[in-house]
């Protein structure tokens, strides 16, 4: 009786499914291109947001002494909200700026050759410089920080009536009594911004990093828009129209202040 062989033949295991991603959702989204440009436009928008509130609220230097030190001690009292608030804008400001050159340096990678000559005269001048104009407004940051928050010597310096020297910090405003507490005292932040601006050299240095934050908003807003979906032929021109006049009132009110301190429209009562 003749017996069949069988011959076996070793099968392949099924090939097992991807493992899923032990990274963090959130980490997932800052690593795509998509995720990380929409949360570049969130930070942007929310520093923007910021940029116009401050620039508002520093704009009652016009209305006078009582009225710039009110403010300023209105949002001293906020005490640890301030801090938050600080801290969050820190923030953004890392991660908008850390994303951004992410993006800048995977978009390089993907093409490491230049673009030829006709392509790059359609990109304007603000989109091609974002990174560059972003260093530069964090360099300000810095500066202004420096200047007005910290009080770093010799640039927040003064002289007071004994003709000693005083810091910015150490400023106290002559004219204002607290009801409650005769012995209380208030900043003069008022006088500190009319010293701050009589300088020629540092209203020059605020000017220009005013225009450099210009060519930033009037690209990134409109940017900002378009990568969180708003963007349509219907709206495109009312869009554009939007990013430029963020622009000019940003801008604008921020060089008019020292500008009219320097030139002596404001600040005559600090002698």
């Keep these: 009786m003749a017996s069949a062989t069988v011959s076996s033949s070793t099968a392949s295991p099924p090939r097992s499914a991807p493992a899923m991603s032990a990274k963090p959702w959130y980490v997932r989204v800052l690593q795509s291109t998509v995720g990380a440009k929409f ?36 949002l001293h009292k906020l005490g640890p909200l301030l801090w938050v608030a600080r801290g969050g804008l820190l923030i953004c ?29 359609r990109a304007s001048l603000p989109s091609r410089t974002m990174v560059l104009t972003g260093l530069a407004i ?21 002289v007071d009536d004994k003709g000693m020297l005083v810091n910015y910090r150490d400023l106290v405003d002559p ?7 005769p012995r209380a005292t208030r900043h003069d ?14 209203v ?3 000017v220009v990093c005013q225009l450099l934050l210009g060519m930033h908003l009037i690209h990134g807003v409109r ?49």
């Design 204 to 206: 020059g240095v605020y």
């Design 175 to 181: 004219k204002w009594k607290d009801p409650l507490d």
């Design 93 to 121: 400001v890392v991660v908008h700026l850390g994303l951004a050159l992410k993006l800048k340096r995977r978009n390089l990678d993907a093409r490491p050759q230049r673009y030829v000559a006709e392509r790059t005269k």
């Design 39 to 74: 949360i570049v436009a969130l930070t942007g928008l929310a520093l923007t947001t910021f940029v116009i509130f401050h620039m508002l609220g520093n704009l009652q230097i016009y209305l006078g002494r009582d009225a710039y030190n009110s403010y300023a001690q209105a």
């Design 138 to 158: 964090l360099a300000f940051i810095i500066l202004h920080l420096a200047h007005f928050t910290f009080g770093l010597a010799p640039i927040a310096t003064t």
């Design 189 to 202: 932040t008022y006088r500190m911004f009319i010293e701050g601006f009589r300088d020629p050299v540092m």
């Design 223 to 271: 940017s900002a828009l378009q990568s969180l979906g708003i963007n349509s032929p219907k709206w495109n021109r009312l869009l554009d129209g939007l990013a430029v006049g963020v622009t000019l009132a940003v801008v604008g009110g921020n060089v008019m202040m020292p500008v009219s301190v320097l030139a002596g429209f404001i600040g005559t009562d600090v002698p």
